[in-house]
């Protein structure tokens, strides 16, 4: 579990990025940050591992203090996966995942053998191991980079729009392997987006953030959409363009849904098998 | 072209294998001083380098500094160092100078190198769990190697032509088939002497072209084509931009 306590962050320049943020992030489930650019999202993530400092309040990782502990030691045992990979270009694809496991001291031949099963994992051919990122597509990359989060077989994973450089059909398809992995390893992951769609997707818990972190609203995807706070949040989520209201309409004896512009959305149907 | 084929000749004679001043021993002077004084530049400007590059801190310092050291003219300070140290050890003299001359384009390839290093790869770095030292060796040093190379390549380049003043003060090399030309007005053995420099000059240069190839590819760099447009990291939103700043 990761809690923030009254948690503000002023950089050099004197801008709040954070103003007084509180927030618990449970264990074992995907808690998504999202908002526009500005809402202080990755300034948050980034308290967890210590890549920024709070200026006040505490943020806790199981009870502990992380301002307690070495950043080093903190940020090995946490996985991180960013915004177009951020892979070492001079490594080969199984040295950058295994990195942290050799930081940690683990031998070469034990870590190159998790690194191949963590390449199977996440969906990688395993004879991709040899090649360099630059040889890869932005896809494969992505996917590297989730393999290297998950190296040190860590308790949380934070992601920080790790989707977002990728196009929109490797985009889905990215985001159905992270559910599909999470409910196999179930991580407590904090994931920043500012794709609202995404947040929906992926969150068990949706925080939508508003200028200087404040929490506009939190609650499940279900909760938000069905009583958006405030207007803010029902713009947001779009619940007020009519993207969101849908409606059945009957046609050729099938009921189909259409979405507030009367743009088809899909099918009806009573079986809960399909999907 | 008569002059040409005049050193030509100078060059083939036997005797600069067998006369006085041998042309092995000189120009094995010749480069025992730019290695030398390349090895103690780069004791000096690499781990200085490193330090701007990784720190951002003093870059401005390091550039007046080198451009000063540039401008100094290497023949005045030569005599001046070997009237302060004595003419016995005109050696010391002569390599601090080359020293000089040699530190800013290793100092600038060394920070530079670092600095080019997309900061977002600096960044993942640190959030694994990379200690600082580990980054600077691991990540930026590594990637940062063909343009060290560059400005080795650039200093050693110099230092090669600025050896000939090493016969001035008595110390040999390959200037001493220049300064001898001039004073006996043996213009084939000067012209000789000035296209052995050249040549020395040019294949120094090879080597080290070679080298930032090889470098190059084995930090995997891909040259730099452009990449699809999909598959480009979007602009930083500006509370990164803000968290960027504040690590640095």
Known sequence: MIEFRGVGKRFADGTDAVIDFSLVMPSHRVTVLVGSSGSGKTTILRMINRMVDATVGTVEIDGEDVATLE???????????????????????????????????????????????????????????????????????????????????????????????????????????????????????????????????????????????????????????????SDFVADFVGADRGRRALRVVEQDGRRVVVDGDGRAAGVLTDDPAAR | ?????????????????????????????????????LVVSALIAVPLGYLIGHTGKGRQLAVLGSGAARALPSLGLLTIFTLIVGVGNAQVAAIAVFVILGVPSILAGAYAGVEAVDRSVVDAARAMGMTETQILFRVEAPLGLPLLLGGLRSAALQIIATAVLAAYVGLGGLGIYIQRGISLRTYDEMLGGAILIVLLALIVDALFAIAERVARRAIGSAPSRGRPRSERPEPLSTDRQSTLEEIR
Do not use: C
């Open chain 2, 1 to 37: 072209m008569n002059l040409f084929l005049d050193a030509l000749a100078w060059l083939t004679d036997p005797e600069r294998v067998t006369g006085p001043n041998p042309l092995a021993e000189r120009i094995g002077e010749h480069l025992w001083y730019t290695v030398l004084a």
């Open chain 1, 71 to 229: 950043p080093v030691q903190l940020r090995r045992r946490i996985g991180y996966v960013m915004q177009s990979g951020g892979l070492l270009p001079h490594r080969r694809v199984l040295d950058n995942i295994t990195t942290v496991p050799r930081l940690n001291g683990m031998g070469r031949a034990e870590a190159d053998e998790r690194g191949l099963s963590l390449m199977d994992t996440v969906g990688l051919d395993r004879t991709l191991a040899r090649r360099y990122p630059h040889q890869l597509s932005g896809g494969q990359q992505q996917r590297v980079g989730v393999a290297r989060g998950l190296a040190v077989d860590p308790n949380i994973l934070l992601m920080d729009e790790p989707f977002g450089a990728v196009d929109p059909i490797v985009r889905a398809d990215l985001q159905a392997e992270l559910l599909r992995l999470q409910r196999d390893i179930g991580k407590t992951v904090v994931f920043v987006t500012h794709d609202i769609d995404e947040a929906f997707l992926l969150g068990d818990q949706v925080v939508i953030l508003s200028t200087g972190g404040v929490i506009a609203q939190q609650g499940t995807p279900a909760e938000i959409l069905a009583n958006p706070a």
